[in-house]
């Protein structure tokens, strides 16, 4: 049985490209019904498997831009030539639902959220170790060599914000990962699981 609050939680969560944010995040709408995923907009082409609307917005860049002119993002940044933004009535609807809203957004994006919303609740989440995070960007399969050298250079400055969230969390076991972020959630609402 879930208790809401009357207005739910903000929750700030991220990590590098290719640190298993979306693996994680499944797990955690499977096992705590008060999460909910902001869908972020995005103008970058989907990859295989990804739905139109469950995984990003895909949207062009001039739908993009107008929205953005419009004050219509919470955040927005550019990542490896590609705009990514978080709609703003979207998570408002969902917070005034009482539902824990979780924005997976990258790092700069994440910077903003903290700059506007200074008791948002945030998570950075890790790899065990560089070498492990190039390892999995190569598993993927999706990228060209070029685009991983690129999210790997990312991924060395992103680290080094990681310690301005208020939680870190290294994802070297999938289900400790997934336990942890609950636990740290659980801690800051009055949800009842």
Same mark, same amino acid.
């Given at each position: 049985?879930?208790?809401?609050?009357?207005?739910?939680?903000? %929750?700030?969560?991220?990590?590098?490209?290719?640190?298993?944010?979306?693996?994680?995040?499944?797990?955690? !709408?499977?096992?705590?019904?008060?999460?909910?995923?902001?869908?972020?907009?995005?103008?970058?082409?989907?990859?295989?498997?990804?739905?139109?609307?469950?995984?990003?917005?895909?949207?062009?860049?001039?739908?993009?831009?107008?929205?953005?002119?419009?004050?219509?993002? /919470?955040?927005?940044?550019?990542?490896?030539?590609?705009?990514? +933004?978080?709609?703003?009535?979207?998570?408002?609807?969902?917070?005034?639902?009482?539902?824990?809203?979780?924005?997976?957004?990258?790092?700069?994006?994440?910077?903003?959220?903290?700059?506007?919303?200074?008791?948002?609740?945030?998570?950075? /989440?890790?790899?065990?170790?560089?070498?492990?995070?190039?390892?999995?960007?190569?598993?993927? +399969?999706?990228?060209?060599?070029?685009?991983?050298?690129?999210?790997?250079?990312?991924?060395?400055?992103?680290?080094?914000?990681?310690?301005?969230?208020?939680?870190? %969390?290294?994802?070297?076991?999938?289900?400790?990962?997934?336990?942890?972020?609950?636990? /740290? !959630?659980?801690?800051?609402?009055?949800?009842? /699981?």
């Amino acid at each position: 049985m879930t208790r809401m609050s009357e207005k739910g939680k903000l %929750v700030l969560y991220t990590g590098c490209s290719g640190v298993g944010k979306g693996t994680i995040m499944k797990e955690l !709408l499977k096992r705590d019904p008060s999460i909910r995923l902001s869908v972020s907009n995005t103008t970058r082409k989907p990859r295989e498997g990804e739905i139109d609307g469950v995984h990003y917005n895909f949207v062009s860049r001039e739908d993009f831009i107008r929205l953005a002119d419009a004050d219509g993002y /919470i955040e927005y940044a550019e990542y490896c030539k590609n705009l990514y +933004g978080t709609p703003k009535k979207q998570v408002e609807d969902m917070l005034a639902q009482g539902c824990n809203v979780f924005l997976e957004i990258e790092v700069k994006g994440g910077l903003q959220v903290m700059e506007k919303f200074p008791d948002v609740l945030s998570i950075f /989440i890790l790899p065990p170790s560089v070498a492990e995070l190039e390892r999995r960007l190569r598993e993927r +399969g999706t990228e060209t060599e070029e685009v991983i050298k690129e999210r790997l250079s990312e991924a060395e400055n992103e680290l080094k914000v990681a310690s301005q969230y208020k939680y870190q %969390v290294i994802n070297d076991d999938l289900d400790h990962a997934v336990e942890e972020v609950l636990s /740290i !959630l659980h801690q800051h609402t009055n949800n009842i /699981i």
